[in-house]
């Protein structure tokens, strides 16, 4: 035995029958374990598995003295393998754990893939220089030297090209900018969607525009996203000079803050400009709700304006607010307040009608109501706002239905009645309805009856979703 162990050949043959299926085995369960991570180092492991201890293995049998009759050629090719095998290993293990491993906003995650591709040309022309010059007693100094002077050539023909290849290349590593985030360039705005080493790639609303990082880099460009406060939009609007600033500014400051896109963080102003124009506003949640905000405060303010009796763009015709209007919804009505002809006729003194565009809220969650609308034309949605589930859906109102039914009994109502199409509605306040009660009881019994009706369907729609009302007094308008 100890005639065996003193061959030269004995202890190659040991690692190799030894060593190699073990390492085989534990860098098949390393690879397991990462393949079921999804790891991008899984394929590495299964390139060292598969291929370089292998060719390592039979290294070990060949480079034994006797082995091998003379220099040879075969054993020089195997090693050039292994040696191309190294390269190819090293380069994607540095390339996994520099750049795939970089953590978000870190100059790794930023750095360029063009420079990493010409990294890794270099360390690939590097290494195989440095095999053949190993394994072969190859002269490479010649093909450096080829290599350099072609890259000056190449260089002095291609300078002006280059040049702004590298100036946007650096300005992607400053990286002023990321994926997901609008810019303004000029007069082009839009969403950045890619970014590589010849241009970004903008998501604009007609269509998507392709800007060269060189120009880019050349001219100056806001980063709407980066702002410390809200993105704002902003818009003027004009009102006739009769109109007081005082509710003016009151009333688009509402209207704004109603719109579902603005930003919590900041809040709508409204500043009075000469002429009776009027500078408005809106913190915005990303920059591009620009268009859908502004259009949808450009209707609401509208109906606003009209309900409220203000004279947008200084008109202040109206042949909607009529009073044959006005006493055609108080017969409609008349029904449902078991009012008689000569009785609607009384009250139109203190009625009035009202229109509001499709998404405006009309009932608002947490306050009284003093008046009762009854709805004449459209649909409106009742809910209830959750925190975990949004708006709940109650109830979808139509002609004839009322809408701020706690008027009469002064509670507050935890509801939302949103216009879900144009809405036209007759108001009656409070004090119209108490008149009402006092000689048509039957019409308070009514509006116990609906109430109970809505929290029925309100504790139905809540338990739908995981919600049970609140265990305070639950009343919706």
């Known amino acids: 035995m100890a005639g065996i162990a003193s061959q030269p050949w004995f202890w190659p043959a040991v690692i190799v029958s030894v ?25 590495i492991v299964l390139m060292v598995r598969n291929y370089l201890v292998p060719v390592a293995g039979v290294l070990v049998l060949i480079s034994q003295p006797g082995a091998w009759e003379g220099e ?48 890794r040309f270099v360390l690939i022309v590097l290494g195989i220089a440095a095999v053949f010059w190993w394994v072969w007693n190859a002269d490479v100094a010649g093909v450096f030297a080829a290599l350099g002077v072609t890259s000056i050539v190449v260089g002095l023909a291609l300078q002006h090209a280059v040049g702004s290849v590298v100036s946007g290349l650096f300005l992607i590593f400053e990286s002023p900018f990321e994926l997901g985030d609008w810019i303004e360039v000029g007069d082009d705005r839009g969403q950045i969607i890619e970014v590589n080493w010849r241009a970004v790639h903008l998501d604009t609303a007609n269509g998507i525009l392709v800007i060269p990082t060189s120009e880019l880099a050349g001219t100056s460009f806001v980063n709407l996203s980066r702002s410390p406060s809200p993105y704002e939009a902003s818009t003027e609007l004009l009102f006739s000079t009769d109109d007081p600033p005082g509710r003016v500014r009151e009333l688009l400051v ?18 009075a400009l000469p002429g009776a124009r009027y500078e408005v506003g809106i913190p915005l ?24 009796g203000l004279h947008l763009d ?13 006493q ?22 203190r009625a009035r009608l009202e229109r509001y565009c499709s998404g405006e809220s009309i009932l608002r ?91 029925q369907q309100a504790r139905t729609a809540m338990q739908a979703v995981g919600e049970r009302l609140p265990l305070a007094r639950r009343v919706l308008g």
């Open 72 to 119: 040879g050629t075969w054993p020089r090719v195997i090693w050039t393998i292994f040696g191309l095998l190294v390269i190819v290993v090293t380069i994607n293990a540095i390339n996994h754990l520099v750049f795939h491993r970089a953590e978000k906003g870190s100059w790794r995650d930023r750095f360029p893939k063009i420079f990493s591709d010409l990294i």
């Open 365 to 455: 969650p947490g306050m009284i109501p003093t008046e009762t609308r009854f709805i004449l034309e459209g649909t409106v949605t009742l809910g209830i706002p959750t925190e975990d589930h949004g708006f709940v859906q109650v109830a979808q109102l139509g002609p004839g239905d009322p809408i701020g039914i706690t008027a009469l009994s002064r509670t507050q109502t935890i509801s939302r009645a949103v216009a879900s199409s144009e809405v036209d509605v007759v108001v009656l306040p409070v004090q119209v309805l108490d008149d009402i009660v006092r000689t048509h009881p039957v019409v308070a019994r009514e509006f116990v009856r609906e109430s109970e009706n809505r929290v």
């Open 285 to 308: 949640r990303s920059p591009g709700d620009r268009y859908a905000v502004l259009n949808a405060f450009n209707t609401r303010v509208w109906y606003a304006a009209r309900r409220a």
């Open 19 to 43: 060593g190699l299926p073990l390492a085989l085995i534990l860098l098949t369960e390393i690879h397991n374990a990462l393949a079921r991570r999804n790891s991008r180092a899984a394929p």
């Open 254 to 271: 509402q209207v704004a803050r109603d719109i579902p896109l603005v930003s919590e963080d900041g809040e709508p102003y409204a500043a």
């Open 314 to 326: 200084g008109d202040i015709t109206d042949v909607w607010h009529t009073p044959g209007r006005l």
């Open 328 to 349: 055609d919804a108080l017969r409609r009505i008349a029904p449902a307040l078991s009012l008689k002809p000569g009785e609607t006729d009384a009250l139109a003194g």
